[in-house]
């Protein structure tokens, strides 16, 4: 059951104004009336679809915490609406709001497959793993219908080229022809997120998302094919999910991942209010017991933006979940490997292309 006043669907729980925007809209209670009698409200809008034209697709990532140095994100904005999500911000400098904005106004970059494949043919490149995606999930729903994830996949499987993927969504295993062939040469990682293992904190936190089960059936299914599978537990939010690393480490090693990691839940920019609201609407009995603990890892505050800090933490609190994942990696993860991506193939593919001239 969703709490009584939680707008179900949906990550962020109302509007947020765009820090960049001079004027903030409100909606007179007159209209929100005439929604009401229309059977409409303005917390549930439908979601839309943008299509935009970058000229380049592989992006440099500075972040020294982040372990990319180049990601690929062929969506701006995800449906999946994750609440606690730090790409939210990144809505704001497409003049959007990173509420219900980023979960209803997806930009989508269809000719992000021919954006690739001239980077890859590019004689100054030099193979290094591409991430899809930094930011925004690439197997979010409408993947399902538009296959921009596919087609980028089928390119580096051409060109030979090494790729991770991050994703919550079980739609990943419609590609599995592809990402089988990658792994043949280890040129494919890929990172599930799985938050918690109970459902109805999976429901509210990132509502759109695969469920726990389809979650774990991912992992297992992926893992027999031959395909590297690593888990990441992000975010840590203490007195939420927090108490679940130990099983949530046994169960994820049973079905085949090969490692597990993790960051603490930080709250930077926007994500300050969306999240405050959220627990407001979600979980107000814990709320402020939530709120002081995520204070306790980044010294008094809801965000750290200090490198190398800011996804662990520091604290008492921070302390005790890093002990938890010493503990699971050593106990369920101890014996495993993870295999390198060949970065090798790309640059001799290359060569041989060349040499049909």
Known sequence: MFPKNHVKGRGAQEQIHNRFEKNNYEVSNEFLDHLNNEGESINQPKTVFIETFPKTIVNKVDSPDVGMNYSLNPYQGCEHGCVYCYARNSHEYWGYGAGMDFETKIM???????????????????????????????????????????????????????????????????????????????????????TSLSESTRRLLEPRTASVTKKLQTIENLSAKGIPVSIMMAPIIPSLNSHEILDLARETSSRGALSIGYTIVRLNGAIDKIFTRWLETSMPDKKDRILNQIKQCHNGNLNDNEFGRRMKGEGHISDQISQLFIIARKKYFNHKLVPELNCSLHKNHKDDQLSLF
């Open 108 to 194: 989508v970059k269809k000719n992000a497959p021919d954006l690739l494949e001239k980077k890859l043919k590019s004689k100054s490149w030099l193979a290094e793993p591409i991430v899809l995606s930094g930011n925004t999930d690439c197997y979010q729903p409408i993947e399902k219908e538009l296959r921009i994830t596919r087609n980028l996949l089928s390119v580096f499987l051409k060109y030979k080229h090494p790729v991770g993927i991050i994703t919550k969504n079980a739609l990943i295993q419609r590609d599995i022809d592809i990402l089988e062939d990658l792994a043949r040469d280890s040129l494919v990682r890929v990172i599930i997120s799985v």
